[in-house]
Protein backbone atom coordinates (compact mmCIF):
# COMPACT_ATOMS: atom_id res chain seq x y z
CA UNK A 1 0.00 0.00 0.00
CA UNK A 2 1.39 2.96 -1.24
CA UNK A 3 1.12 6.63 0.85
CA UNK A 4 -1.69 9.07 0.54
CA UNK A 5 -1.26 11.64 -1.93
CA UNK A 6 -0.23 14.76 -0.63
CA UNK A 7 -3.64 16.72 -0.27
CA UNK A 8 -4.82 13.43 0.96
CA UNK A 9 -1.50 13.25 3.63
CA UNK A 10 -2.49 17.12 4.66
CA UNK A 11 -6.47 16.72 5.12
CA UNK A 12 -5.19 13.33 7.75
CA UNK A 13 -2.94 15.32 9.41
CA UNK A 14 -5.58 18.10 9.67
CA UNK A 15 -7.77 15.64 11.15
CA UNK A 16 -5.59 13.83 13.73
CA UNK A 17 -5.06 17.28 15.47
CA UNK A 18 -8.77 18.01 15.64
CA UNK A 19 -9.32 14.19 16.58
CA UNK A 20 -6.26 14.77 19.42
CA UNK A 21 -7.62 17.93 20.58
CA UNK A 22 -10.93 16.52 20.97
CA UNK A 23 -9.73 13.35 22.67
CA UNK A 24 -7.05 15.02 25.28
CA UNK A 25 -6.77 19.16 24.67
CA UNK A 26 -2.75 17.68 22.99
CA UNK A 27 -1.98 17.74 19.63
CA UNK A 28 0.77 16.91 18.26
CA UNK A 29 1.70 20.02 17.44
CA UNK A 30 2.25 21.55 21.01
CA UNK A 31 4.00 18.57 21.56
CA UNK A 32 1.81 15.87 22.48
CA UNK A 33 0.13 12.69 21.21
CA UNK A 34 -3.04 11.45 23.16
CA UNK A 35 -2.94 10.89 26.75
CA UNK A 36 -4.94 9.37 28.54
CA UNK A 37 -3.14 9.41 31.80
CA UNK A 38 -2.65 13.36 31.42
CA UNK A 39 -6.57 13.37 30.96
CA UNK A 40 -7.19 11.08 33.96
CA UNK A 41 -4.73 13.10 36.25
CA UNK A 42 -6.89 16.40 35.48
CA UNK A 43 -10.05 14.48 36.71
CA UNK A 44 -8.13 13.47 39.58
CA UNK A 45 -7.30 16.61 41.03
CA UNK A 46 -11.01 17.13 41.52
CA UNK A 47 -10.25 15.51 44.65
CA UNK A 48 -8.65 18.16 46.34
CA UNK A 49 -12.07 19.45 46.97
CA UNK A 50 -12.72 17.08 50.01
CA UNK A 51 -11.31 17.89 53.11
CA UNK A 52 -11.42 14.27 53.54
CA UNK A 53 -11.47 11.35 51.66
CA UNK A 54 -11.49 7.66 52.34
CA UNK A 55 -7.95 6.35 52.09
CA UNK A 56 -6.16 3.58 50.29
CA UNK A 57 -4.48 0.36 52.33
CA UNK A 58 -1.09 0.97 52.73
CA UNK A 59 -0.63 -1.91 50.22
CA UNK A 60 -2.74 -0.89 47.72
CA UNK A 61 -1.80 -0.95 44.06
CA UNK A 62 -1.25 2.00 42.02
CA UNK A 63 -3.93 2.33 39.12
CA UNK A 64 -2.38 1.06 35.96
CA UNK A 65 -1.24 3.69 33.45
CA UNK A 66 -2.55 3.31 30.18
CA UNK A 67 0.24 5.58 27.79
CA UNK A 68 3.14 3.58 26.61
CA UNK A 69 6.33 5.51 27.10
CA UNK A 70 8.27 3.04 25.34
CA UNK A 71 6.16 3.42 21.67
CA UNK A 72 6.27 5.90 19.76
CA UNK A 73 3.39 8.04 19.06
CA UNK A 74 3.50 7.12 15.21
CA UNK A 75 2.87 3.58 15.87
CA UNK A 76 0.07 3.86 18.40
CA UNK A 77 -3.26 2.79 16.93
CA UNK A 78 -5.24 6.59 17.85
CA UNK A 79 -2.37 7.65 15.76
CA UNK A 80 -3.01 5.95 12.59
CA UNK A 81 -6.73 6.39 12.30
CA UNK A 82 -8.15 6.81 8.58
CA UNK A 83 -10.23 9.83 8.15
CA UNK A 84 -13.22 7.47 8.25
CA UNK A 85 -12.37 5.86 11.36
CA UNK A 86 -11.97 9.48 12.72
CA UNK A 87 -14.95 10.68 11.42
CA UNK A 88 -16.60 7.35 12.98
CA UNK A 89 -15.36 7.43 16.30
CA UNK A 90 -15.88 11.13 17.32
CA UNK A 91 -19.47 10.72 18.04
CA UNK A 92 -18.72 7.63 20.40
CA UNK A 93 -15.29 9.47 21.99
CA UNK A 94 -16.49 13.26 21.89
CA UNK A 95 -19.69 12.48 24.25
CA UNK A 96 -17.79 9.89 26.18
CA UNK A 97 -14.75 12.76 27.30
CA UNK A 98 -17.92 15.21 27.65
CA UNK A 99 -19.87 12.95 29.75
CA UNK A 100 -16.51 11.73 31.72
CA UNK A 101 -15.92 15.46 32.77
CA UNK A 102 -19.52 15.77 33.61
CA UNK A 103 -18.57 13.25 36.14
CA UNK A 104 -15.20 14.57 37.30
CA UNK A 105 -17.08 17.76 37.54
CA UNK A 106 -19.81 16.43 40.64
CA UNK A 107 -16.91 15.95 42.46
CA UNK A 108 -16.57 19.65 43.29
CA UNK A 109 -17.06 19.74 46.92
CA UNK A 110 -19.92 21.60 47.22
CA UNK A 111 -23.05 18.77 47.66
CA UNK A 112 -24.40 17.88 51.01
CA UNK A 113 -26.57 14.88 51.57
CA UNK A 114 -29.95 15.08 53.57
CA UNK A 115 -30.29 11.59 53.78
CA UNK A 116 -28.31 8.37 54.36
CA UNK A 117 -30.75 5.48 54.07
CA UNK A 118 -32.99 4.43 51.45
CA UNK A 119 -36.24 2.53 51.20
CA UNK A 120 -37.10 -0.02 48.66
CA UNK A 121 -38.90 2.41 46.45
CA UNK A 122 -36.46 4.48 45.82
CA UNK A 123 -33.54 1.19 45.66
CA UNK A 124 -36.28 -0.19 42.89
CA UNK A 125 -36.70 2.73 41.08
CA UNK A 126 -32.89 3.33 40.67
CA UNK A 127 -32.58 -0.17 39.34
CA UNK A 128 -35.07 0.23 36.67
CA UNK A 129 -33.88 3.80 35.87
CA UNK A 130 -30.54 2.14 35.76
CA UNK A 131 -31.41 -0.70 33.17
CA UNK A 132 -33.57 1.72 31.41
CA UNK A 133 -30.15 3.41 30.36
CA UNK A 134 -29.11 0.29 29.29
CA UNK A 135 -27.08 -1.42 32.35
CA UNK A 136 -26.35 -4.71 31.69
CA UNK A 137 -26.43 -5.53 35.78
CA UNK A 138 -26.52 -3.21 39.46
CA UNK A 139 -25.25 -4.45 42.69
CA UNK A 140 -23.58 -2.71 45.62
CA UNK A 141 -20.64 -2.94 47.61
CA UNK A 142 -18.56 -1.92 50.55
CA UNK A 143 -15.52 -0.24 49.19
CA UNK A 144 -12.70 -1.92 50.75
CA UNK A 145 -9.53 0.60 51.46
CA UNK A 146 -7.34 -1.96 49.45
CA UNK A 147 -10.16 -1.36 46.41
CA UNK A 148 -8.87 2.24 46.30
CA UNK A 149 -5.66 3.09 44.25
CA UNK A 150 -2.21 4.49 45.93
CA UNK A 151 -2.45 8.22 46.11
CA UNK A 152 -6.20 8.46 45.33
CA UNK A 153 -9.13 8.75 47.49
CA UNK A 154 -12.55 8.04 47.93
CA UNK A 155 -15.49 10.61 48.99
CA UNK A 156 -18.06 7.42 50.44
CA UNK A 157 -17.76 4.35 51.26
CA UNK A 158 -20.40 2.66 49.48
CA UNK A 159 -20.49 1.96 45.88
CA UNK A 160 -23.06 1.11 43.54
CA UNK A 161 -21.78 -1.13 40.62
CA UNK A 162 -23.10 -1.72 37.25
CA UNK A 163 -21.99 -2.86 34.08
CA UNK A 164 -22.74 -2.74 30.33
CA UNK A 165 -22.67 -5.54 27.85
CA UNK A 166 -20.56 -4.95 24.47
CA UNK A 167 -21.55 -6.22 21.26
CA UNK A 168 -20.64 -10.25 20.79
CA UNK A 169 -19.81 -9.25 16.92
CA UNK A 170 -17.95 -6.38 17.32
CA UNK A 171 -15.70 -8.07 19.94
CA UNK A 172 -14.89 -11.45 18.51
CA UNK A 173 -13.01 -9.62 15.62
CA UNK A 174 -10.45 -7.86 18.05
CA UNK A 175 -7.71 -6.66 17.82
CA UNK A 176 -9.74 -4.18 15.12
CA UNK A 177 -11.23 -1.09 14.95
CA UNK A 178 -14.36 -2.08 14.84
CA UNK A 179 -13.77 -3.85 18.61
CA UNK A 180 -12.03 -0.50 19.86
CA UNK A 181 -15.24 1.46 18.77
CA UNK A 182 -17.69 -1.24 20.43
CA UNK A 183 -15.06 -0.72 23.75
CA UNK A 184 -15.44 2.96 23.56
CA UNK A 185 -19.25 2.84 23.66
CA UNK A 186 -18.96 1.20 26.53
CA UNK A 187 -17.38 3.40 28.37
CA UNK A 188 -19.41 5.91 27.24
CA UNK A 189 -22.11 4.63 27.82
CA UNK A 190 -20.78 3.58 31.15
CA UNK A 191 -20.73 7.38 32.08
CA UNK A 192 -24.09 8.49 30.42
CA UNK A 193 -25.87 5.98 33.03
CA UNK A 194 -23.06 7.10 35.72
CA UNK A 195 -23.96 10.45 35.47
CA UNK A 196 -27.53 9.96 35.40
CA UNK A 197 -28.04 7.64 38.33
CA UNK A 198 -26.06 9.90 40.20
CA UNK A 199 -28.57 12.77 39.71
CA UNK A 200 -30.49 10.90 40.65
CA UNK A 201 -29.42 9.82 43.58
CA UNK A 202 -28.56 13.41 44.54
CA UNK A 203 -32.05 14.61 43.65
CA UNK A 204 -33.45 12.52 46.20
CA UNK A 205 -30.88 13.80 49.05
CA UNK A 206 -27.94 11.02 48.68
CA UNK A 207 -24.19 11.69 48.24
CA UNK A 208 -23.36 10.60 44.57
CA UNK A 209 -19.80 10.41 42.92
CA UNK A 210 -19.61 8.85 39.68
CA UNK A 211 -16.65 6.83 38.65
CA UNK A 212 -14.82 8.33 35.34
CA UNK A 213 -15.73 5.13 33.00
CA UNK A 214 -12.03 4.83 32.22
CA UNK A 215 -9.04 4.91 34.37
CA UNK A 216 -11.46 5.36 37.73
CA UNK A 217 -10.27 5.69 41.59
CA UNK A 218 -10.78 1.88 42.63
CA UNK A 219 -10.08 -1.54 41.10
CA UNK A 220 -13.53 -1.97 39.31
CA UNK A 221 -13.19 -5.45 38.40
CA UNK A 222 -12.38 -6.42 42.00
CA UNK A 223 -15.10 -4.22 43.32
CA UNK A 224 -17.52 -5.71 40.89
CA UNK A 225 -16.46 -9.28 42.10
CA UNK A 226 -16.83 -8.59 45.87
CA UNK A 227 -20.59 -7.17 44.63
CA UNK A 228 -21.13 -10.74 43.48
CA UNK A 229 -21.58 -9.83 40.02
CA UNK A 230 -19.52 -12.34 38.65
CA UNK A 231 -15.84 -13.47 39.05
CA UNK A 232 -12.42 -12.60 38.03
CA UNK A 233 -11.20 -14.65 35.16
CA UNK A 234 -7.36 -15.82 34.02
CA UNK A 235 -7.10 -12.82 31.93
CA UNK A 236 -7.59 -10.23 34.74
CA UNK A 237 -12.05 -9.62 33.71
CA UNK A 238 -14.70 -10.00 34.92
CA UNK A 239 -16.89 -12.57 33.88
CA UNK A 240 -20.69 -12.74 34.53
CA UNK A 241 -23.66 -15.12 33.72
CA UNK A 242 -25.19 -12.89 30.91
CA UNK A 243 -22.43 -10.91 29.46
CA UNK A 244 -19.10 -13.24 29.96
CA UNK A 245 -16.28 -11.29 30.01
CA UNK A 246 -17.87 -9.05 27.05
CA UNK A 247 -18.20 -6.09 29.56
CA UNK A 248 -17.34 -3.14 31.08
CA UNK A 249 -17.76 -1.58 34.67
CA UNK A 250 -18.19 1.73 36.41
CA UNK A 251 -19.14 2.64 40.06
CA UNK A 252 -21.00 5.48 41.67
CA UNK A 253 -19.62 6.17 45.06
CA UNK A 254 -22.30 6.52 48.06
CA UNK A 255 -23.15 7.43 51.12
CA UNK A 256 -26.29 5.05 51.48
CA UNK A 257 -25.85 3.23 54.79
CA UNK A 258 -28.48 0.56 53.98
CA UNK A 259 -27.45 -0.71 50.00
CA UNK A 260 -28.82 -4.54 49.79
CA UNK A 261 -25.30 -5.36 49.39
CA UNK A 262 -24.89 -9.39 48.34
CA UNK A 263 -22.57 -11.15 50.86
CA UNK A 264 -21.99 -14.42 48.80
CA UNK A 265 -20.64 -14.86 45.43
CA UNK A 266 -21.54 -18.10 43.09
CA UNK A 267 -19.49 -17.15 40.80
CA UNK A 268 -15.83 -18.61 42.15
CA UNK A 269 -15.92 -21.94 40.14
CA UNK A 270 -15.22 -19.86 37.06
CA UNK A 271 -11.21 -20.06 37.87
CA UNK A 272 -11.44 -23.39 38.86
CA UNK A 273 -12.67 -23.74 35.35
CA UNK A 274 -9.99 -21.25 34.09
CA UNK A 275 -6.99 -23.48 35.94
CA UNK A 276 -7.89 -25.92 32.90
CA UNK A 277 -8.61 -23.94 30.13
CA UNK A 278 -6.06 -21.01 29.52
CA UNK A 279 -6.74 -20.12 26.61
CA UNK A 280 -6.26 -16.78 26.77
CA UNK A 281 -2.90 -17.10 28.44
CA UNK A 282 -2.42 -19.24 25.25
CA UNK A 283 -3.50 -16.84 22.47
CA UNK A 284 -2.13 -13.54 23.63
CA UNK A 285 -0.14 -12.45 21.24
CA UNK A 286 2.28 -11.29 23.53
CA UNK A 287 2.29 -13.76 26.20
CA UNK A 288 1.31 -10.89 28.79
CA UNK A 289 -1.42 -13.33 30.86
CA UNK A 290 0.63 -15.78 32.98
CA UNK A 291 -0.13 -19.32 33.39
CA UNK A 292 -1.05 -18.98 36.89
CA UNK A 293 -1.89 -16.05 38.76
CA UNK A 294 1.13 -15.05 41.17
CA UNK A 295 1.18 -13.56 44.50
CA UNK A 296 1.93 -9.72 44.46
CA UNK A 297 3.31 -9.80 47.84
CA UNK A 298 0.31 -7.73 49.27
CA UNK A 299 -1.92 -10.05 49.89
CA UNK A 300 -3.44 -10.06 46.39
CA UNK A 301 -2.49 -12.13 42.84
CA UNK A 302 -1.35 -10.50 39.55
CA UNK A 303 -2.59 -12.04 36.61
CA UNK A 304 -0.99 -10.02 33.46
CA UNK A 305 2.15 -8.57 32.69
CA UNK A 306 0.80 -4.69 32.27
CA UNK A 307 3.89 -3.37 30.24
CA UNK A 308 3.97 -6.18 27.70
CA UNK A 309 -0.11 -5.97 27.70
CA UNK A 310 -0.14 -2.20 27.61
CA UNK A 311 2.47 -1.75 24.87
CA UNK A 312 0.63 -3.91 22.29
CA UNK A 313 -2.71 -3.10 23.31
CA UNK A 314 -2.06 0.91 22.05
CA UNK A 315 -0.20 -0.77 18.81
CA UNK A 316 -3.24 -2.37 18.49
CA UNK A 317 -6.76 -1.10 18.79
CA UNK A 318 -7.06 -1.86 22.30
CA UNK A 319 -5.75 -5.52 21.35
CA UNK A 320 -8.70 -7.41 23.59
CA UNK A 321 -8.11 -10.84 22.45
CA UNK A 322 -8.16 -12.31 25.88
CA UNK A 323 -11.52 -10.90 26.51
CA UNK A 324 -12.95 -12.33 22.08
CA UNK A 325 -11.37 -15.72 22.68
CA UNK A 326 -12.94 -16.34 26.60
CA UNK A 327 -15.74 -19.39 26.21
CA UNK A 328 -17.52 -17.04 28.57
CA UNK A 329 -17.65 -15.00 25.70
CA UNK A 330 -18.16 -16.93 23.22
CA UNK A 331 -20.33 -20.03 23.79
CA UNK A 332 -22.09 -18.24 27.48
CA UNK A 333 -21.46 -19.33 31.13
CA UNK A 334 -23.98 -21.41 31.17
CA UNK A 335 -23.28 -23.62 28.50
CA UNK A 336 -20.00 -23.60 29.95
CA UNK A 337 -20.92 -24.44 33.55
CA UNK A 338 -22.74 -26.96 32.11
CA UNK A 339 -20.08 -28.65 30.60
CA UNK A 340 -17.77 -27.92 33.44
CA UNK A 341 -17.86 -31.22 35.94
CA UNK A 342 -15.27 -29.39 38.76
CA UNK A 343 -11.50 -29.48 38.87
CA UNK A 344 -10.81 -30.67 42.25
CA UNK A 345 -6.72 -29.51 41.87
CA UNK A 346 -7.47 -26.22 40.71
CA UNK A 347 -5.75 -23.33 42.54
CA UNK A 348 -8.24 -21.62 44.31
CA UNK A 349 -8.12 -17.81 44.48
CA UNK A 350 -11.52 -16.59 46.63
CA UNK A 351 -11.32 -12.28 47.69
CA UNK A 352 -11.38 -11.80 51.28
CA UNK A 353 -14.73 -9.67 51.84
CA UNK A 354 -13.39 -6.60 53.44
CA UNK A 355 -16.14 -5.18 55.86
CA UNK A 356 -17.48 -8.22 55.67
CA UNK A 357 -15.56 -11.10 56.96
CA UNK A 358 -12.27 -11.34 57.89
CA UNK A 359 -9.52 -11.55 55.48
CA UNK A 360 -7.79 -15.01 55.25
CA UNK A 361 -3.75 -14.81 54.33
CA UNK A 362 -2.73 -16.39 50.65
CA UNK A 363 -1.85 -19.65 52.09
CA UNK A 364 -4.95 -20.32 53.02
CA UNK A 365 -5.43 -19.90 49.35
CA UNK A 366 -7.91 -16.30 49.91
CA UNK A 367 -6.34 -13.45 47.66
CA UNK A 368 -7.55 -10.77 45.47
CA UNK A 369 -7.04 -10.75 41.49
CA UNK A 370 -5.50 -8.54 39.28
CA UNK A 371 -5.78 -8.14 35.71
CA UNK A 372 -6.40 -5.39 33.61
CA UNK A 373 -6.24 -1.92 34.58
S1 LIG B 1 -10.02 -17.83 28.31
FE1 LIG B 1 -10.19 -19.55 29.72
S2 LIG B 1 -8.57 -19.20 31.23
FE2 LIG B 1 -8.87 -17.30 30.18
S3 LIG B 1 -10.32 -16.19 31.50
FE3 LIG B 1 -11.52 -17.24 29.88
S4 LIG B 1 -12.09 -19.19 30.85
FE4 LIG B 1 -10.43 -18.32 32.08
S1 LIG C 1 -5.48 -7.29 25.94
FE1 LIG C 1 -3.40 -7.59 26.80
S2 LIG C 1 -3.53 -9.46 27.97
FE2 LIG C 1 -5.33 -9.44 26.63
S3 LIG C 1 -4.68 -10.62 24.83
FE3 LIG C 1 -4.25 -8.45 24.41
S4 LIG C 1 -2.13 -8.10 25.02
FE4 LIG C 1 -2.80 -10.04 25.95
Redo the contacts with the bound molecule.
Keep these: MGLPKKGNRQKMTFMTRIFQKAMTGRTTANGGGPSLDTMLATFDKELDNFPTLMQPAPESKPRTPFDSKNVPREKMSMANMTPKQMLSALPVMLPLMMQMRRCSKLYDGTFQPTRAEADAAFMAELESMARAAGAADIAYVKVPNNAIFRDKGVPCQYAVIFTVEMDKENMSSA?SYDAFKEVATGYKNLAVIGNKLARFMRSNGFAAYPGTALGGLTDYVYLAELAGLGAIGY??LLITPDEGARLRINTIYTNITNLPIETENEHLWVRDFCAMCKK?VR????D??FDQPRPRGDGGMQS?DHG??RD??NQNF??????AVCPFSQVGYDAVHERFKGNPSAPQFRIPRYGIEAARPIDDRDAELAG?G
Design positions: PHGCQCPVAIIACYFGCAVCLH
